[in-house]
Nanobody
Framework: QVQLVESGGGLVLPGGSLRLSCAVS????????MGWYRQPPGKERELVAR???????NYVDSVKGRFTISRDSAVNTVFLQMNSLKPEDTAVYYC?????????WGQGTQVTVSS
């Protein structure tokens, strides 16, 4: 069974930084893609950043230049470095892994950007 465990969320001031981690059971290269989604209060879940098995990445326009997705295969972990955080980045952030038609989710971690 695939397990994804997120960590690193919290409360941060506007302009601050956080790094989210997603520890995966099994090799991260066994997945076609891994990504971070977020769901702000009262809104739908949206894709924030994704990294493909070959290393290509893509980002939602609102985070380009501020967020960076990366991975460390030695510890089967995917990261989301978030800089210059804004109040509108407040959301529950979820890690996702895709393998074929199967999609796996973590439990989510809360990120709150507020003064």
């Amino acid at each position: 069974q695939v397990q994804l465990v997120e960590s690193g969320g919290g409360l941060v001031l506007p302009g601050g930084s956080l790094r989210l981690s997603c520890a995966v059971s099994g090799s991260i290269f066994s997945f076609n893609a891994m990504g971070w989604y977020r769901q702000p209060p009262g809104k739908e879940r949206e894709l924030v950043a994704r990294i493909m098995s070959g290393g290509d990445t893509n980002y939602v326009d609102s985070v380009k230049g501020r967020f960076t997705i990366s991975r460390d295969s030695a510890v089967n972990t995917v990261f989301l470095q978030m800089n210059s955080l804004k109040p509108e980045d407040t959301a529950v952030y979820y890690c996702n892994a895709q393998r074929g038609k199967n999609s796996y989710w973590g439990q989510g971690t809360q990120v709150t950007v507020s003064s």
